[in-house]
């Protein structure tokens, strides 16, 4: 058993969901926060449990070399975990943590192809959430400390568009000039907790919504709002969303529009899409178009198919794949969502979609009950995987293909398992729509026996 504050000598060889570097001590499992793949350090031990230990780096005895100097001089935020790493280098450990899932929790021999990733990794979020503090007086905005709830004062952030860094420059000094009670995470006293930002790239329209801790401040928000886009009349929207619950859930459910309008209008390729303050939709554009054209390249469509879309969120998928199918069927539980995907399919033309609020894991053996059958099926669940009760109708349903798209390879890996019991995996394709992070998308392909 290792020893609190003692230091070890560690070759680090793998990299944790988090970003923390991996090692081994006499085969019990160690996680070291500052270390990555290749790094020979002394780790200072932390925290000790019975499966694992958590570590901080003393030294640095060898450096991995996959390591750079960062371009970002906010490293310590905890935003972007991998900026250490060169972007090569990040494709490869992307492709490995796939790799490990499907083999490790899984149990697939699977070929994981190259990642896919972005030729300038830079500059490609449109959407951020901003936490605010008040420090000695000062208003900080920006984003949390690695493994605290400290907040980074951030003027220039690497991967926002450059709009929203000039916007939130100004906004961050015109919120030090006013008179606003800024959020206190301890005592959940005070209005003001966060501030986030959605910008279209195709037209730079952004919708800015300030996270508050009650109804207050309206007129001072409004103000501070038509303020901004004196500044800015890129702007389009400024809307108070209202959160005042304790936990760490950035956004509440009721949303107040201030100025301008309720939506703004985002695109993905030739299709637009109307986006509200609670939309979904990948933070990452030209990646997006990739990820899409990956997913429908995979499902290969007819004319003759009915596509069911699990997990539709606003409808972005099942646009892409009405286009080729005979209809397509979506069901999403956020019923704010269905209503924007229905409005979303009529703006772009789309006459062969229907649309079902609803848990999946309940609307998925309702339709197979009553009838409903897919040829294909596309799924694209949250963080948490597909519920068992989905898996269970997929394979009940039996379509010819499924095709799961996934923001984490060990809940893929586990749901793809439970598939293989009537499904081959033909694909899987690895996308990068977070450079300089450990998240990665990935795309698989399953065809039925």
Known sequence: MLTKNECYELKIIDLGDNGEGIGKVDNFTVFVHGAIPGDLVKAKIIKVKKQYAVALVDSIIESSSYRQIPECPYVKCGGCQTQVMTYDAQLKIKKQQVENSMKRIGDLDVEVLDVIGMEEPIA????????????????????????????????????????????????????????????????????????????????????????????????????????????????????????????NRVMGYENITLCGQDKIVDYIEDNS??????????????????????????????????????????????????????????????????????ENAVRNNVNNTEFITGKAEEVMPKLYKTGYKADVVVVDPPRKG?????????????????????CKPSTLARDLKILSEKYTVESVQPVDLFPHTTHVETVTLLKRR
């Open 273 to 342: 899409f109307e986006i509200s303050p609670l939309s979904f939709l990948q933070v990452n554009p030209s990646q997006t178009d990739v990820l899409y054209k990956q997913a429908l390249e995979m499902a290969d469509i007819t004319k003759e198919d009915t596509v069911f879309d699990v997990y539709c969120g606003i409808g972005t998928i099942s646009l892409f794949l009405a286009k080729s199918a005979k209809k397509v069927i979506g069901v999403e539980i956020i019923e704010a969502a269905i209503e924007d995907a229905i």
């Open 124 to 247: 490609y979020r449109n959407k951020s959430q901003y936490p605010v503090r008040l420090v000695d007086g000062e208003v900080r905005v920006g984003f949390y400390k690695q493994r605290t709830h400290d907040v980074v004062n951030i003027d220039n952030c690497m991967v926002q568009h450059p709009l929203i860094n000039k916007m939130m420059k100004s906004l961050k000094n015109k919120l030090n000039d006013i008179d606003i009670k800024i959020y206190n995470e301890e005592k959940h006293r005070g209005i003001l907790r966060h501030i986030i930002t959605r910008i279209s790239f195709k037209t730079e329209d952004i919708m800015l919504i300030f996270v508050t801790n009650s109804k207050e401040e309206q007129s001072v928000l409004k103000t501070l709002g038509d303020s901004l886009i004196e500044d800015f009349p890129q702007i389009k929207s400024v809307i108070q969303n209202i959160n005042t619950s304790k936990g």
């Open 386 to 406: 597909c519920e068992i009760e989905v898996l269970q109708t997929l394979l009940n349903m039996a379509p010819k293909k499924i095709v799961y798209v996934s």
